[in-house]
């Protein structure tokens, strides 16, 4: 019970930011936690996220090691299990893709030779999720990032460092884990206010991203009322809803997928047709992806999720 409750917290964490960390710290000895340290100060030890199953691969001898992309609206984690982490390897083994999944797991970085900085997440549990579950973990984390970069900004425009500035910090009401990883953040990263205004759009497009596909369904369901409306009284007058480029791609992806994937040609092609512009097709289905609404199986080949 002792090692529960001393068990780290697990951060809400957006993948455009995790996959920007680079800084890592351990506090003690060779028994003590290590931790990413993100541009917005989260000392990051464990990661709680809720995203879309893109692609799993097995890179081990004898299954011994498995590799899974989980997508949110903003970028893509990778997840590793092995040995150490067996019902997770199992769980990736046996998911079928695409699929919503829920993962608590240790935040973790490789940084070969050349200096480069990889993260990923050695998940500790990995179950089944759903949309739902995925627009809540989007919305608490956009709120609880804004409430660091918030934090964040008032930290560089203090002018402050050091001590200094976690005192100030602190005076302000932030907690001792994020003024000290926010002292530890501004040291480190360089162009920190560029990273912070680049985060703070990554997020925007995260929220717009859950409440576009929540409208595009009751625009669904409006359009079926409609539909039923006329048959019955032939009185109201359909109305098209406008729609962006981007939700008639995933249209023309839903409508050409029959289950085997489609050429990613063809949907350029239609989407040229319906008068979509080349430049933002290719950008429309790369916002699609990232959102986790369609993936890659392999290369020239899009499939509905």
């Given amino acids: 019970?002792?090692?529960?409750?001393?068990?780290?917290?697990?951060?809400?964490?957006?993948?455009?930011?995790?996959?920007?960390?680079?800084?890592?710290?351990?506090?003690?000895?060779?028994?003590?936690?290590?931790?990413?340290?993100?541009?917005?100060?989260?000392?990051?030890?464990?990661?709680?996220?809720?995203?879309?199953?893109?692609?799993?691969?097995?890179?081990?001898?004898?299954?011994?090691?498995?590799?899974?992309?989980?997508?949110?609206?903003?970028?893509?984690?990778?997840?590793?299990?092995?040995?150490?982490?067996?019902?997770?390897?199992?769980?990736?083994?046996?998911?079928?893709?695409?699929?919503y999944v829920a993962v608590v797991g240790k935040a973790r970085k490789f940084e070969p030779e050349d200096g480069s900085v990889y993260t990923s997440v050695r998940p500790e549990e990995i179950n089944n999720a759903d949309e739902k579950?995925?627009?809540?973990?989007?919305?608490?984390?956009?709120?609880?990032?804004?409430?660091?970069?918030?934090?964040?900004?008032?930290?560089l425009s203090s002018g402050k460092s050091g001590n200094d500035l976690k005192e100030y910090l602190l005076g302000n009401g932030t907690n001792s884990v994020l003024a000290d990883g926010a002292v530890k953040a501004i040291e480190h990263y360089k162009n920190l206010d560029k990273t912070i205004s680049e985060l703070k759009n990554a997020v925007i497009h995260a929220i717009e991203a859950v409440a576009s596909e929540r409208e595009t369904k009751v625009q669904n369901v409006e359009k079926k009322e409609e539909a039923i409306a006329v048959e019955e009284n032939a009185k109201p007058e359909l109305k098209e809803p406008e729609t962006v480029p981007r939700e008639i791609i995933a249209g023309i992806i839903d409508k050409l997928d029959t289950g085997k994937g489609i050429s990613y040609s063809i949907v350029v092609e239609t989407a040229q047709k319906a008068g979509i512009d080349p430049e933002i097709v290719e950008s429309g289905i790369k916002e699609l992806m990232d959102e986790g609404r369609c993936y890659e199986p392999k290369i020239g080949v899009l499939r509905k999720v």
């Fill in 133 to 155: 579950l995925r627009d809540r973990w989007v919305l608490d984390t956009a709120e609880r990032t804004l409430e660091r970069i918030k934090y964040i900004e008032d930290a």
């Fill in 1 to 99: 019970m002792d090692k529960i409750l001393d068990r780290e917290v697990a951060w809400r964490v957006f993948a455009w930011e995790f996959n920007r960390s680079t800084l890592h710290s351990s506090e003690g000895d060779e028994r003590a936690p290590n931790y990413i340290i993100t541009p917005t100060g989260v000392k990051c030890n464990r990661l709680f996220i809720v995203g879309v199953v893109t692609e799993v691969e097995n890179i081990g001898k004898d299954n011994s090691l498995w590799r899974g992309r989980v997508a949110d609206p903003t970028g893509v984690f990778t997840v590793y299990a092995g040995h150490y982490q067996p019902e997770a390897a199992i769980f990736l083994s046996e998911l079928n893709i695409p699929a």
